[in-house]
């Protein structure tokens, strides 16, 4: 399965998902690009230390989704790396359908909470002011609404006594940077199971 990387930022996560990729943990999912709506993000550097082709593709004029043009672009870019397959990781943008409709079921998000509590920005932030005692990561599919697709993925985060919102963010990430390879390798080996049977000839009587 060759994927796609989408980010807006840091990059942790995708340096994470790198890492194992570089040390033979990641199975049958093989990273092919990282595509970046902002061009000095960190999370392009990371093309380089990897050897992986690291793009910024413009997402058009808006804040917080990219225009029709800016999707087909996306969509085109990516297919013509050879991914079919998209992992979003901290990329700041609503997806739509133009860009949901070329990758049908095939893209992933990872968000900060345990879906489907505290949805949005600033997740760990809300769980830690909420006072919940057990947050955590989910990785799930992107359909259209906003972070409620499908659940393929979660680890919980325990909240202790004495923790502030910078030991609890730590904790959170830390957790994102198991959990989002462990689910990619995982949606490879059934990817690579589903083309073997498909490829299986039928058996006659
Ligand atoms: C992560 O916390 C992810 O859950 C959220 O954005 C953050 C991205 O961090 N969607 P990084 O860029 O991978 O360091």
Redesign the pocket.
């Known amino acids: 399965m060759k994927f796609a990387i989408l980010?807006s930022?840091?990059?942790?996560?995708?340096e994470a998902i790198l890492s194992e990729w570089k040390a033979g943990r990641l199975g049958r999912a093989v990273p092919v690009l990282i595509v970046s709506d902002r061009p000095e993000a960190r999370?392009l550097t990371l093309g380089e230390r990897f050897g992986i082709p690291a793009r910024f593709l413009s997402p058009g004029p808006f804040k917080t989704k990219m225009s029709d043009d800016a999707e087909d672009d996306y969509a085109r870019t990516i297919r013509e790396s050879g991914a079919d397959f998209v992992v979003l990781?901290?990329f700041m943008r609503v997806i739509h359908d133009r860009f949901l409709s070329a990758f049908p079921g095939r893209i992933i998000n990872?968000?900060?909470s345990l879906l489907p509590s505290f949805p949005g920005l600033h997740s760990i932030e809300q769980a830690f002011r909420h006072g919940v005692k057990i947050t955590g990561?989910t990785v799930h599919s992107v359909t259209p609404g906003l972070d409620c697709g499908p659940i393929l993925g979660q680890e919980a985060v325990r909240i202790e006594e004495g923790d502030t919102l910078e030991s609890l963010e730590a904790k959170v990430?830390a957790a994102?940077h198991r959990l989002l390879p462990a689910v990619i390798r995982l949606l490879a080996e059934k990817d690579a199971a589903a083309q073997q049977s498909a490829a299986q000839p039928v058996q006659g009587s």
Request: charged residues 5%; glycine residues 24%.
């Open positions: 980010g930022g840091t990059g942790s996560n995708a999370i990781a901290g990872l968000h900060p990561c990430h994102e």
